[in-house]
């Protein structure tokens, strides 16, 4: 997996180029979903069904299916799938169990069987007991026409445990400030528990060699 697309590019894409959105899903070890140009305008906020050949499922904690509209962890099995990491055998065994993929994305499916991304498994905060997804707030930020990039994670908190802090990119020529980007936000995200702590303005995200954000390494900056 790369990085979820958010919506707000998804919509830019499919606007300029009408008729030709595809999206992918998956892992490097070996499932995929697909998310074709026909089903674009009904299922936009999804990754699509899986491949021929492959299977997904939403699992919780224990390894039990969840049933649509739940959360919970992504795991897939496919003939394309991997046999295990090269000399890892410890790794393998976390992430192959009875012939499933652990994926460490959380997900859901919805009735028609369309799989949707939710978040990280270990980038979800925890403040006050209740489980905040970093997407759901950076679907909200990313609309403000000041922001480019914006990532969200969690910081130690005294009274919640953990709190909501975004780092973000601004477009060129921007001078919206953190305060306002703070204000904006707070004012737009579905639920109190979801209201950012902070905003930081940076120039540019730590990032793996896929492109991936390192948000453990924005959480230590």
């Given at each position: 997996?790369?990085?979820?697309?958010?919506?707000?590019?998804?919509?830019?894409?499919?606007?300029?180029?009408?008729?030709?959105?595809?999206?992918?899903?998956?892992?490097?070890?070996?499932?995929?979903?697909?998310?074709?140009?026909?089903?674009?305008?009904?299922?936009?906020?999804?990754?699509?069904?899986?491949?021929?050949?492959?299977?997904?499922?939403?699992?919780?904690?224990?390894?039990?299916?969840?049933?649509?509209?739940?959360?919970?962890?992504?795991?897939?099995?496919?003939?394309?799938?991997?046999?295990?990491?090269?000399?890892?055998?410890?790794?393998?065994?976390?992430?192959?169990?009875?012939?499933?993929?652990?994926?460490?994305?959380?997900?859901?499916?919805?009735?028609?069987?369309?799989?949707?991304?939710?978040?990280?498994?270990?980038?979800?905060?925890?403040?006050?007991?209740?489980?905040?997804?970093?997407?759901?707030?950076?679907?909200?930020?990313?609309?403000?026409?000041?922001?480019?990039?914006?990532?969200?994670?969690?910081?130690?908190?005294?009274?919640?445990?953990?709190?909501?802090?975004?780092?973000?990119?601004?477009?060129?020529?921007?001078a919206a400030?953190?305060?306002?980007?703070?204000?904006?936000?707070?004012?737009?995200?579905?639920?109190?528990?979801q209201k950012?702590?902070?905003?930081?303005?940076?120039?540019?995200?730590?990032?793996?060699?896929?492109?991936?954000?390192?948000?453990?390494?924005?959480?230590?900056?």
């Amino acid at each position: 997996m790369g990085a979820p697309l958010h919506k707000k590019h998804k919509d830019m894409w499919n606007h300029r180029l009408p008729g030709t959105y595809y999206e992918a899903y998956g892992l490097t070890e070996g499932f995929f979903t697909v998310l074709d140009k026909y089903d674009y305008e009904k299922k936009s906020e999804s990754v699509g069904c899986p491949t021929p050949f492959s299977d997904i499922m939403i699992v919780d904690i224990q390894g039990n299916e969840l049933p649509a509209g739940e959360v919970g962890e992504i795991i897939g099995r496919s003939p394309l799938a991997m046999a295990g990491y090269y000399k890892q055998s410890d790794l393998t065994r976390q992430t192959i169990k009875n012939g499933w993929i652990y994926s460490g994305d959380l997900g859901f499916t919805d009735d028609e069987g369309f799989l949707h991304l939710v978040d990280r498994k270990k980038d979800m905060i925890i403040s006050g007991g209740i489980n905040v997804y970093p997407r759901d707030i950076e679907e909200v930020l990313i609309q403000h026409p000041s922001v480019r990039e914006v990532a969200v994670y969690g910081v130690s908190s005294e009274k919640w445990g953990e709190t909501p802090v975004a780092a973000v990119i601004l477009q060129q020529e921007a001078a919206a400030s953190p305060k306002e980007l703070l204000e904006w936000v707070n004012e737009r995200v579905a639920a109190r528990f979801q209201k950012v702590n902070k905003v930081v303005i940076i120039d540019e995200f730590p990032r793996t060699a896929t492109g991936k954000i390192l948000k453990r390494t924005l959480r230590d900056m």
